[in-house]
């Protein structure tokens, strides 16, 4: 049986490539804020940070790492992703796993997991490593995703006989609707905010690119035509491909 560890290192551990293009997805977003913006304003600016899962670095394109004051370290298991991240200005790089970080108790003042935990097989392992990475007063910032969340396009691989995709429900272990108990029994104060945002997707290739990107193997040439016509048809009688959205972020206190 696949576990979550097993398709993230099937995803990005080589490759930059397939988050890059599930992130592209949601610039079709209906908040005219994107997620990464509305996160990067619930942050802190200052102190010791520390990311966890920090993939590309997209998050620090809109929160300026050389800020005054502010001291960050970014995480990754990925040494694709690590590369990537060596971009970022001002930064700290460090590949290692998220249960098992490589730093001293109470070396930072906020900790971020953005969209990364569903990516671990023992999330209350990482959740512990958080904490134990804290200082007293430091602040967690959890990024995840509800159960429903882009149900449409897993029902499009579904129905082109493609149910090898990563990224769904029954992949994921730490959900929007489970989080805020998991947090609470390493932090106080915990609290949730969701991202209001659906997409609202004006052709197919989008919707293509982002399943393609799920998959462990490439879509067949029927697939491929048949989720184009799927999704072209549902854009043809509404004018766009609406998938929705259920994301929130957790934030509690050490």
Excluded at 169 to 194: I, K, L
Excluded at 205 to 233: F, W
Aim: with cysteine; aromatic share 8%; hydrophobic share 45%.
């Amino acid at each position: 049986m696949r576990t979550p560890s097993d398709d993230a290192v099937q995803q990005y551990a080589e490759t930059t490539g397939n988050l890059t293009a599930r992130i592209a997805i949601h610039a079709y977003g209906t908040n005219p804020q994107g997620w990464y913006s509305w996160l990067a304003e619930r942050l802190p600016s200052v102190g010791d940070v520390l990311e966890v899962g920090a993939g590309t670095g997209e998050l620090w394109r809109h929160l300026d790492p050389r800020r005054a004051g502010l001291r960050l370290t970014l995480a990754d298991f990925s040494a694709a992703m690590c590369e990537r991240l060596g971009e970022v200005a001002g930064a700290e790089v460090r590949r290692c796993d998220a249960t098992d970080l490589p730093f001293a108790d109470g070396s930072f003042d906020a900790v971020i997991a953005n969209h990364m935990l569903y990516h671990v097989d023992e999330p209350d392992m990482a959740l512990r490593e958080f904490a134990r990475v804290l200082r007293p007063g430091g602040r967690l910032f959890v990024a995840t995703n509800g159960r429903g969340h882009m149900a449409e396009l897993f029902a499009v691989a579904a129905a082109v006989g493609k149910v090898d995709v990563s990224g769904s429900a029954s992949r994921s272990n730490f959900t929007a609707e489970d989080a805020p108990a998991a947090v609470g029994r390493h932090f106080r104060d915990v609290a949730a905010e969701a991202y209001p945002s659906d997409l609202l997707v004006p052709d197919a290739e989008p919707v293509l690119a982002y399943l393609t990107s799920l998959s462990g193997k490439p879509l067949t040439g029927e697939q491929l035509a048949a989720a184009r016509e799927l999704v072209q048809a549902r854009i043809e009688a509404e004018g766009h491909f609406r998938v929705r959205k259920h994301t929130e972020l957790i934030t509690a206190a050490r």
